[in-house]
């Protein structure tokens, strides 16, 4: 395992971190099973660790590490239920926050994947896989490997035949120890390169970068010992989903119309959400505290794997023009993904990884939110003759009161909203408010064509709730 799989397996002794991503694809028919069963088969041979299950070495001496699973069964990991007649998104969300709250079987490989069909309104597949195996753009590049442009089945050739492993545990903890200090020791160089040269030719600049690069990691590995909300403070093992639908071009003209990005406009109706179901608790709050998922991934990275770093920094919530606020979310996220500590990331895990688990788990627990944009396909996907028509992805909330995945899949943003329980008892509510943080953005839009004087005929909001 990565410093960084490490680091989110250790959490899971404490099971309020599960790293579970749980998605939902709503299908327009019944897929045909035998097609699934060979595009799912061909999956767990271009990503190697969907056969490979975790085995713990002696002593702990190294972690646990990916092995093939001599028994491994795809049966058992893809499997079908039938819904009722009278089955609805509801239904489905119900089935996938069980699949959020039920750990996974670590003798073997750690994913599943259910297919609920029967209903006359179409079908779903829920897929459940732990963040060790993939991030969500690995997910996405997954996705784009295995499924079609349309209906009928790809001829994709041969899946390569999967790696060698090595023999040996002696020969994996040399390779342990060796891979570690071979990455720290890249990651420094990259990191450090202009600086070793402004040693020599700008001394006063190398002392300013040095300086620059202590306080970032000072910054990335802080402390947080109490939640910014007055509200969302309790933590526990219960989960609620809901989802909310968002057209992608009306969201990107929102946040051309600030001079900003598409994730800054998510953002900030994030954040106006949070604000408006605050306010209903009677609470005011200047700042929440958001733990940002930022890719790591290169072009030379395999399919899958999880090439992220968790960045923890908090966001101004009381500025009410939305406009000023999503400058603001602007300033402050493009700050944080230029952090100079960011590439240190693997060093970062690594210092965690030796802490106390209790230490780190009462940091994560005080983070308020997570926030995560996971772009998809632009153009309709289908899988074993079935169209997607909806996706969406319910990330784990790793010990804060609510995480909000966007995904976009053919011009529509598919929002999943995974709420601990304890801290949201009432989500029907979070989504509404999340939903009016939305519509207030959206409006940016609106208000930037009225003013080109361009007709305004911008599509509803959509909204899917879920009491369960």
């Not at 529509?412 to 329980?421: E, P, R």
């Not at 943080?437 to 080109?452: I, K, P, Q, S, Y």
Request: proline share 7%; charged share 20%; with cysteine.
């Amino acid at each position: 395992m990565s410093q960084s799989d490490l680091f989110s397996w250790k959490m899971e002794r404490d099971p309020v971190l599960r790293s579970t991503i749980v998605s939902v694809l709503v299908l327009d028919t019944d897929p045909d099973w035998d097609r699934l069963v060979r595009t799912i088969e061909r999956g767990t041979r271009l990503v190697p660790k969907l056969r490979h299950r975790l085995v713990i070495a002696p002593f702990g001496l190294t972690p646990p590490r990916w092995a093939l699973d001599p028994g491994f069964d795809l049966s058992w990991h893809l499997r079908r239920a039938a819904l009722p007649a009278s089955a609805n998104m509801s239904t489905v969300l119900e089935f996938a926050r069980t699949e959020a709250m039920t750990a996974f079987d670590p003798a073997r490989p750690l994913w599943r994947i259910t297919l609920l069909s029967g209903s006359t309104g179409g079908c779903a597949l829920v897929m459940t896989v732990h963040h060790s195996l993939t991030d969500g753009i690995g997910g996405i590049q997954i996705a784009t490997a295995l499924f079609d442009v349309d209906r009928a089945e790809t001829d994709r050739g041969h899946p390569p035949e999967p790696p060698r492993e090595s023999d040996g545990v002696l020969r994996d903890i040399v390779a342990w120890n060796r891979s570690v200090g071979s990455d720290l020791v890249r990651g420094g160089i990259r990191t450090t390169r202009q600086i070793a040269w402004r040693v020599v030719a700008h001394p006063a600049r190398a002392a300013r970068d040095g300086v620059t690069l202590a306080a970032s990691l000072a910054r990335l590995v802080k402390p947080i010992t109490a939640t910014m909300s007055p509200v969302m403070t309790e933590r526990g093992l219960g989960r609620r989903l809901a989802v909310l639908d968002v057209p992608v071009e009306q969201l990107h003209r929102a946040a051309r119309a600030a001079g900003c990005t598409m994730n800054d406009a998510f953002l900030t109706a994030v954040i106006i959400g949070l604000r408006i179901y605050h306010y209903r608790y009677g609470a005011k709050i200047g700042r929440l505290r958001l733990t940002m998922p930022i890719s790591l991934r290169t072009a030379d990275d395999p399919l899958g794997g999880n090439r992220i770093t968790l960045a923890r920094f908090s966001l101004p919530v009381d500025i009410l023009a939305p406009e000023e606020l999503m400058r603001a979310v602007n300033g402050t996220v493009d700050g944080w993904r230029r952090e100079p500590a960011i590439p240190l990331s693997g060093a970062v895990a690594a210092a965690f990884n030796r802490l106390p688990v209790a230490m780190v788990t009462g940091m994560l627990k005080h983070v308020d939110f997570v926030a995560s944009n996971v772009p998809g396909s632009p153009v309709p996907l289908y899988l074993a003759g079935a169209r997607i028509d909806r996706m969406y992805a319910f990330s784990p909330t790793i010990g804060t009161a609510v995480n909000v995945t966007l995904m976009s899949h053919a011009g529509t943003c598919y929002i999943g909203v995974n709420a601990d329980s304890a801290a949201v008892p009432d989500i029907a509510n979070l989504t509404d408010c999340l939903a009016t943080g939305f519509a207030t953005v959206l409006g940016l839009a609106d208000a930037r064509d009225r003013e080109a004087g361009a007709d305004v005929t911008a599509e509803p909001l959509d909204r899917h709730r879920s009491h369960r």
